[in-house]
């Protein structure tokens, strides 16, 4: 065979080989299909191969918080009471965009909650207790860098809490959360949710700086083992307490920059505040924002 020949015959079985896998669709194409937002959902998948830059995001934040700055500015002068709970594996991003939501706001009225574990007076107490002494008065917000939900995350994985304790938590949730909005209050809750590699990628990054040592705890570092049974705890969460009152938002975080937009994106279009510019609070990336799929596994040891 000649070295033409050859080659066409490479060319050929290659072009082949290109043609026998699928291509994964744009993102552009999947925003105008339900189904496959559906699924990207379902299976996990991130819908982009590129990381948003840093001079279209910081130019885009910018504008957000221009827009947060109006939101809280109605929250105070109505009365309003908000709480926005972020929640997600560890590195996944919960605490970077709280920082970028409270980079500009008024601290009189906006704050942080980030409770260290209980210690022995709180144990004793009604799990719930320490949390509503928490909450927003009217004209506040307030940020949970994570919740009461470490009961069917952390706590229950890591075995923190016992069978019974796991059982009366997912019981008495859903009804707690009715009770703060029946009351008035407004209650948003974000997961996070990144891969296993990107994760893994974070920790590394986490153990060889100095400044960011601390935030890499020994649970952190079990999480990674632990993958599986975090899966099904998280799956189990959403089954139970994903509600009409207080739904899950899930928010695609592999790449943090796009997951902060986002996110800030969706709690804007959340508040019915006057004067916003609809140019720049715009409904967030459906490929990146939804709801959280009502799905468990029928072997999860986790459904008692």
Known sequence: MSRAGGTRNGTRRAAARTAAVPRKPSPRAMRGDPAAIRRLFEGGAYPYSSRLGGRDYERQMLLLQRELL??????????????????GRDAAGKGGTIKRFMEHMNPRTARVVALPRPDGRERSQWFFQRYVAQLPSAGETCLFDRSWYNRAGVERVMGFCTDEEYREFMRACPLFEEMLVR???????????????????????????????????PVDIASQDKWDEYTRAKEAMFLRTDTAQAPWTIVKADDKKRARLACMRHFLASMPYPGRDEAVATAPDPLLVGAAPRRLPASSPLTA
């Open 70 to 87: 109006k939101c809280q500015r109605w929250i105070e002068e109505s009365g309003q009471r908000v709480v926005a709970l972020f929640e």
């Open 183 to 217: 009351s008035g209050m407004r209650v948003v809750k974000y997961w996070f949710s990144i891969s296993r590699e990107e994760q893994a990628r974070r920790f590394e990054a986490r153990a060889r700086d100095p400044l960011k040592q601390w935030k890499l705890s």
